[in-house]
Nanobody
């Protein structure tokens, strides 16, 4: 069983930055961040495998950076140049094996509780 604990959400102004953390207990193949705004579907933000493969959603490319600290089993999401449309609950998710698509939320086996990110204009 894998447990994921997110932290680092909060309030930021447009153009500002926040960093999210996700600590994983247990063995995983990759960890991703998804986000869900009110009234919208949960969307892919970024993902990283423990071998270092990195993926980004189109809406966050060049603004967000995902990284990992293997010794601490932690994945970070550095969010820069934040926009009001980045406001959402951000979820950490993990796949326990390489199956399905890294971009598809249904292919993830474990989820964190979510952390709120609010960007004011």
């Amino acid at each position: 069983q894998v447990q994921l604990v997110e932290s680092g959400g909060g309030l930021a102004q447009a153009g500002g930055s926040l960093r999210l953390s996700c600590v994983a207990s247990g063995r995983t193949y990759n960890i991703a961040w998804f986000r869900q705004a009110p009234g919208k579907e949960r969307e892919f933000v970024a993902a990283i495998s423990w071998s270092g493969d990195i993926y980004y959603g189109d809406s966050v490319k060049a603004r967000f950076t995902i990284s990992r600290e293997m010794a601490e089993n932690t994945v970070y999401l550095e969010m820069n140049t934040l926009k009001p449309e980045d406001t959402a609950v951000y979820y950490c998710a993990a796949r326990s094996r390489r199956s399905g698509s890294v971009y598809t939320r249904e292919d993830y086996h474990y989820w964190g509780q979510g952390t709120q990110v609010t960007v004011s204009s």
